[in-house]
């Protein structure tokens, strides 16, 4: 080989490889620091009804393990898309989270909520979500997905979900102890949860509710429902959100006799569709949620 040619070729060697290192080291500067904190579980999960693999992502009140509390037991919070709760490392479309485990741990400090056990539970991942979380096919989906099969989701929650968590953990049991919540799908499949199993949970929280599916069949379904949940929250923003639907849900839940003591509705101007924004209503939401009950269920 011609020194010349030799020469050039070691030294485009070396350039790709000095283009190597920088880029290696500005993605390792970009990185994000995992923002996971408190007394938080996963654990692997295996459920009968949906075959995709999951962790559930347990949040223990502090205190938890001490001897003095041993015989306390607490109430749960149930929200879905787990991986989007606690920790931008495994957050599934952005580096954001939801901040649960931040704003809890500062709401039971500052009394504004009793100390409760949060469980995150996963979904199937990018491409099981919409097919765990729609009960009917969603025509605005891209790719769609062919086999919607959420309406399996009351039965995977109530008999596989709940059951493993009042047993391997100190709640208390019962409905009137529950909260579910979740946002966008998420939350469209919480709504439907309680719509389909009546008086399975005492609280609802539901952020950038997705409703609108098969002609807004849930809305309709949920027409006929006679007993909702004892206290709800909804949050929308303003920025490419559902506000139309959101206030139809409203007065869905106004004709029910939800008042303003049992139903709490936020229109945030300028906010989006993002973990970014339902974190900064969170706190909000949970006091409202866990402010004293005159009446279970």
């Known amino acids: 080989m011609p020194r010349a040619r030799l020469a050039n070729r070691r030294a485009t060697t070396a350039v790709r490889a000095l283009l190597q290192t920088v ?41 938890y393990r001490l001897q003095a509390n041993r015989s306390r037991r607490y109430p749960v919070l149930y929200l879905n898309d787990g991986q989007n709760l606690f920790d931008v490392c495994t957050s599934m479309y952005q580096a954001e989270e939801w901040r649960v485990d931040e704003t809890v741990d500062d709401l039971i400090a500052r009394k504004r909520i009793p100390p409760i056990i949060v469980v995150g539970i996963d979904n199937g991942g990018r491409r099981a979500r919409p097919r765990e979380y729609l009960p009917w096919a969603d025509e605005t989906l891209s790719p769609p997905e062919p086999n919607p099969q959420g309406l399996q989701y009351p039965r995977f929650l109530l008999d596989e979900i709940v059951p493993f968590v009042e047993l391997r953990y100190r709640v208390q049991p019962g409905a009137q102890n529950r909260v579910l919540g979740g946002s966008s799908y998420g939350a469209g499949i919480a709504l439907f949860t309680v719509v389909m199993r009546p008086g399975s949970f005492a609280g609802l929280l539901l952020e950038s509710p997705s409703v609108y599916a098969d002609d807004y069949h849930l809305l309709k379904d949920a027409e006929a429902v006679q007993q909702w949940p004892h206290r709800v929250f909804i949050g929308v923003g303003t920025v490419n959100e559902p506000v139309d639907d959101v206030r139809k849900l409203k007065a869905l839940f106004e004709k029910a006799g939800l008042r303003e003591d049992r139903l709490h509705v936020v229109i945030q101007e300028g906010a989006a569709h993002s973990e970014k924004w339902w974190a900064q209503r969170l706190p909000g939401a949970l006091a409202f949620l866990y402010s004293a009950r005159r009446s279970a269920p």
């Open 23 to 63: 880029l290696a080291a500005a993605l390792g500067a970009q990185r994000t620091p995992c923002t996971a904190t408190g007394d938080l579980e996963i654990v692997p999960f295996e459920s009968k009804v949906f075959s995709a693999p999951r962790n559930l992502r347990i949040l223990l009140p502090p205190g």
